[in-house]
C-alpha cells in the first residue's frame, strides 16, 4: 500500500522493546518522493492520551472538522516525540487525513521534537 505524507493509517506498530505490537493510528511523516520509491515510510503515533505538556504533540478534538477528516473515533494527540519508521506491510488501512493547517502544527512539532529550528 502506498501512503503519502499527512495520511493517517491504521499501523500494527511494533512496542519499542520488540516484545510485540499493537494496531494504533499513526500519521506519515516521511516526504511523498521518498513514500513513492521505498517501502518504508516514517509515522508519528496518535494517542488517546490527550494532556498535551510538550511543545511536541499536538490536541485534534475528534467531533472538529480535523477530527473528522483525519478519520479519528476520540480525542486524540498526535505525538511527534514518537517518531518511527516501518515496513510498507504493517500499514493496515488509511482513516483519513491531516488538513493543511494541521499538518502545519505537526511540522513545528516535529521540528521541537528533533532540535531543529
Known amino acids: 500500500m502506498r501512503v503519502k505524507r499527512g495520511d493517517v493509517v491504521l499501523v500494527d506498530y511494533p512496542y519499542s522493546d520488540r516484545t510485540g ?38 490536541l485534534v478534538l475528534a467531533a472538529s472538522a480535523e477530527g473528522k477528516q483525519a478519520g479519528l473515533l476520540a480525542d486524540s494527540s498526535i505525538r511527534c516525540e514518537n517518531i518511527q519508521s516501518v515496513d510498507l506491510s504493517f500499514v493496515r488501512r488509511k482513516i483519513g487525513t491531516l488538513t493543511g493547517e494541521l499538518m502545519a502544527r505537526v511540522e513545528v512539532c516535529l521540528k521541537a521534537s528533533l532540535g531543529l529550528s
Do not use: F, G, M, Y
Open 21 to 58: 505490537s499493537k494496531v494504533r493510528p499513526c500519521v506519515v511523516v516521511q516526504n511523498d518522493p521518498n513514500n513513492q520509491r521505498l517501502d518504508d515510510t516514517i509515522l508519528v503515533t496518535i494517542s488517546r492520551r490527550t494532556q498535551i505538556a510538550e511543545p511536541t504533540q499536538v
